[in-house]
C-alpha cells in the first residue's frame, strides 16, 4: 500500500520514451594491446588486413543528445606500417556530429594487390603508401579530405578480371610521379 502523500505513478507513453535516450553514461573505456581483423573475399584475391598493437582510449561515452566522445588510438600495420585514429563524435548519433581524422604511415602496397588485381588487372609489385582521411559530418552534410601519397609504386603482372579497367596505368603513374618516386593526390569529398 502506498502512503497517500505520494504522488500517482502516471504511465509513459511510448513515444515519450522512445524519444529520450536511456541515461547511459561511460567515462572512459581503455584498449591495450588489441587486435583488428578485417578480410575481403569478394575480391579476385582474397584480402586480408590487421591493426596489431592497438590501443588507445575512448572518452565521454553518453546517450545525452548534445555529447561527444573522443577518441585516440593507434596500432602497427605490417611490418613498419602505423595507423592512427583521433577525433570526436556523437556517440549514439553519428551522422548529426563526427569530426575523425585517421592516418595511416609506411603501409606496404603489395598486400593490397588484391583490390589492383580486381579493379585494374594487376598486381602491386612495390610501393608504400601514406594516407589521411579527414571526415566530419554536421547534421548530415558530409565534408572529407582524403590525402594518399604512393613512394615508389610500381604494378606487377597483370591477372584477369571482370571488373578490370582497360586503362594505360604505366604511362598513368609515370605522369602522375614526381622526380622522386612520389604520387601525392588530394582527393575532397
Request: a negative charge; glycine letters at 6%; zero cysteines.
Amino acid at each position: 500500500v502506498a502512503p497517500t502523500d505520494a504522488e500517482p505513478l502516471t504511465p509513459v507513453s511510448a513515444a515519450a520514451s522512445a524519444a529520450e535516450p536511456s541515461p547511459l553514461s561511460i567515462d572512459r573505456i581503455r584498449v591495450e594491446d588489441s587486435l583488428v581483423d578485417f578480410a575481403d573475399y569478394s575480391l579476385v584475391l582474397p584480402f586480408v588486413a590487421r591493426i596489431e598493437g592497438l590501443k588507445g582510449v575512448a572518452k565521454g561515452i553518453s546517450a545525452a543528445a548534445d555529447s561527444r566522445a573522443t577518441l585516440s588510438f593507434s596500432g602497427r600495420v605490417g611490418e613498419y606500417g602505423e595507423a592512427d585514429i583521433d577525433g570526436q563524435l556523437a556517440p549514439f548519433d553519428p551522422t548529426h556530429y563526427t569530426d575523425i581524422e585517421i592516418a595511416f604511415r609506411n603501409i606496404a602496397l603489395t598486400p593490397l594487390s588484391p583490390y589492383s588485381a580486381t579493379f585494374a588487372g594487376r598486381t602491386i609489385k612495390t610501393g608504400d603508401l601514406d594516407l589521411s582521411l579527414q571526415y566530419k559530418i554536421d547534421k548530415q552534410q558530409l565534408l572529407g579530405k582524403n590525402e594518399v601519397v604512393l613512394q615508389n609504386f610500381r604494378l606487377g603482372e597483370s591477372v584477369k578480371s571482370a571488373d578490370a579497367v582497360n586503362l594505360p596505368l604505366d604511362l598513368a603513374i609515370a605522369l602522375l610521379s614526381d622526380s622522386k618516386g612520389r604520387i601525392d593526390l588530394a582527393v575532397p569529398v
